[in-house]
Structure formats: structure tokens, C-alpha cells
């Protein structure tokens, strides 16, 4: 069954999550089995994605009827699908409700993926090899490019430039409670001047 919602949970030990609705036979499987799988697929297999969510694995064997081509998973007792750049592998640690889904947390027995499409991250200069994301409805969309992040500068200049900034503010407030005593003062004055009770 595809999956629209999946996320990493743990990284000691490794978990995913992913939210299942409760009549989906997918849920059913996965609290028998207590295990799961994930797989990854690239835009190749887009229709297929979305028309296997469109059927109850109840009704239909699924992959025979679609024909994809698998092989056996390494630690689970399910296939994997060709064709995908990713593969989890996980036992079932817990079933919670949450709303009108459940999360299934799967602790990860084993992680596979396509060499030319992931090194320590998705490498995504390949368009047949860009991780499918499903955006809702009939709607996907693939990753477009990698951005790296500059490592923030050190926290003693944060602190410094926090400290300047405290000060600056501090010099506003003497400033201005200063400025409002003058103007206390003068307003003072004139009342005396003009004959104004105070």
C-alpha cells in the first residue's frame, strides 16, 4: 500500500514511522506480521503508486496484478519492489492511535538503497533517480536539487553580537528616560511659569 505519511523518528536506535489508516488492509497485515517494509520509488513507477492506493490488498493480490517485478527482502518476510532507490526494513515496536490514523513504529532490521541514487544523502542528479514525494490527491512531486547549509557562526560571536544589542537597547532606555525627565521638567516649568497649579 502506499504510504503518505512516513518519517523518520529515532536515530539510537533507528525508527521510522509511518500513519496507516485503521481500515486499510495494510493495518491489518502489519499487526499480524509485526513487521513492514518501505520502499522508495522514483517517478518510474508514479502510476503505478498511485493506482495501487486506489485498491484494498483484501480484494486483490496486488503485485500480481500490477506485475512489478521484487525481490525478497534480507530481514522481513515480505518483497521488495525493483524499480524503487530505497528500501527499509522494519519490526513493528508499537501501534498508537493518533486521531483517525494509527503510527506504526518500525524499528529498522535493514536499509538498502541504490548506490547511484544516495550517498549520505538523496544525490539527485539523475531524474529517474529522485525519490517520489507525495504531495496529496493525484499531486507528487521529486526533489529538485541538494542545498548545503552554512555552519552558523560560533557562539561566542552570537553572544557578542547579543551582548551589543542588549547594550544598544539599554542605552535607548537610559536615553529616552532621560529625554521623558526633560520633558517632565520643562512641562513642570512652564505650569510654574504660567500660574498652573501643579
Known amino acids: 500500500m502506499p504510504v503518505g505519511y512516513a518519517m523518520n523518528l529515532s536515530i539510537i536506535p533507528p525508527m521510522v514511522g509511518i500513519a496507516l489508516h485503521p481500515g486499510r488492509h495494510t493495518t491489518d497485515i502489519i499487526r499480524k506480521t509485526n ?15 498511485q493506482y495501487l492506493g486506489t485498491l484494498s490488498g483484501a480484494d486483490f493480490d496486488k503485485l500480481e496484478l500490477t506485475d512489478l517485478p521484487t525481490f525478497r527482502a534480507r530481514r522481513v518476510g515480505t518483497v521488495l519492489l525493483e524499480g524503487c532507490v530505497g528500501w527499509i526494513e522494519c519490526a513493528l515496536e508499537d501501534m498508537i492511535e493518533m486521531g483517525d490514523h494509527f503510527l506504526a513504529v518500525g524499528r529498522v532490521v535493514a536499509v538498502s538503497a541504490d548506490d547511484e541514487a544516495f550517498d549520505d544523502h538523496w544525490l539527485l542528479k539523475d531524474q529517474d533517480l529522485k525519490p517520489l514525494h507525495y504531495l496529496g490527491g493525484n499531486n507528487y512531486a521529486l526533489l529538485d536539487y541538494v542545498m548545503e547549509a552554512r555552519i552558523p557562526q560560533s557562539a561566542e560571536e552570537y553572544g557578542k553580537r547579543l551582548d551589543e544589542a542588549v547594550a544598544e537597547q539599554l542605552e535607548l532606555t537610559r536615553d529616552a528616560e532621560e529625554q521623558r525627565s526633560e520633558e517632565d521638567y520643562e512641562r513642570d516649568e512652564f505650569r510654574r511659569r504660567e500660574g498652573f497649579e501643579l
Not at 39 to 44: A, G, K, Q, V, Y
Request: hydrophobic share 45%.
Open 35 to 49: 513487521e513492514f517494509a518501505i520502499n522508495i520509488p522514483t517517478r518510474e513507477l508514479l502510476h503505478h503508486v
